[in-house]
Nanobody
Framework: QVQLVESGGGLVQAGGSLSLSCAAS????????MGWARQGPGKERELAAI???????VYADSVKGRLALFRDSANNTVYLRMDSLKPKDTGVYYC?????????WGQGTQVTVSS
């Protein structure tokens, strides 16, 4: 059974940086897509950044230039580097992955950006 194991997150001041990681365990297959969605307080979950198996990256307009994805293909792990964080980036960040056509979600990790 595939599990997405997230780490990182926490509290940071505006302008600071954080990194998140997501490792897909329980699968010997590489991902089709892997990345992060986020849900701010009182908001709907939205895509933040996603990477496809061929390396194509897609970012929400609100995070372009500030968030960057990196991958460790050998370990089915994707990292999200977040710079120049803003209070509006506050929320729960969920790792998502499509592996062999099946969508998987992580449990979520809290990111709080103080002003």
């Amino acid at each position: 059974q595939v599990q997405l194991v997230e780490s990182g997150g926490g509290l940071v001041q505006a302008g600071g940086s954080l990194s998140l990681s997501c490792a897909a365990s329980g699968s010997t297959f590489s991902f089709n897509q892997m990345g992060w969605a986020r849900q701010g307080p009182g908001k709907e979950r939205e895509l933040a950044a996603i990477m496809t198996s061929d390396g194509t990256q897609v970012y929400a307009d609100s995070v372009k230039g500030r968030l960057a994805l990196f991958r460790d293909s050998a370990n089915n792990t994707v990292y999200l580097r977040m710079d120049s964080l803003k209070p509006k980036d506050t929320g729960v960040y969920y790792c998502k992955a499509i592996i062999r056509g099946t969508l998987h979600w992580g449990q979520g990790t809290q990111v709080t950006v103080s002003s």
